[in-house]
């Protein structure tokens, strides 16, 4: 009788371990989508917006200058923790738009490869 008690504790718990997992892996799938629905939501918005922020350089932990397009005008600003000030507007033609003025955006592969390549090159050496 208690062997039996026992196999059916032991079943007990394993059904509450899988009814857990499920309902861990639903709340998972149910983040995901509704982070990729709202991304998109952002994303359209920002597409067919008038504001771009063209470039950022970081002063300081949490100070900010950035050079935004607002229409056809540029302008820099500062941005911090409590505060957004408008430092300058900037004509078109001062800006360095070609790719040696802006960082180049790489996926993490990409990355990877650098790095194992600068590594292997100092192997060689």
Do not use: P
Not at 36 to 63: A, C, D, H, P, R
């Amino acid at each position: 009788m208690i062997i039996l008690a026992s196999n059916l504790s032991s079943l007990d718990s394993f059904l509450q371990l899988l009814g857990v997992s499920i309902l861990f892996i639903f709340v998972l799938l149910a983040t995901y989508f509704t982070t990729k629905f709202v991304g998109g939501v952002k994303l359209n918005q920002l597409k067919n917006s008038n504001f771009k922020v063209i470039e950022t350089y970081k002063i300081t932990q949490n100070k900010f200058l950035q050079l935004i397009q607002i229409g056809n005008r540029y302008f820099v600003i500062a941005v911090s923790k409590d505060d957004v000030r408008l430092i300058a507007e900037i004509k078109e033609e001062d800006i360095d738009f070609t790719e040696a003025g802006r960082k180049q955006v790489t996926n993490f592969s990409d990355i990877i490869n650098q790095i194992t390549k600068k590594q292997n090159e100092k192997a060689n050496k």
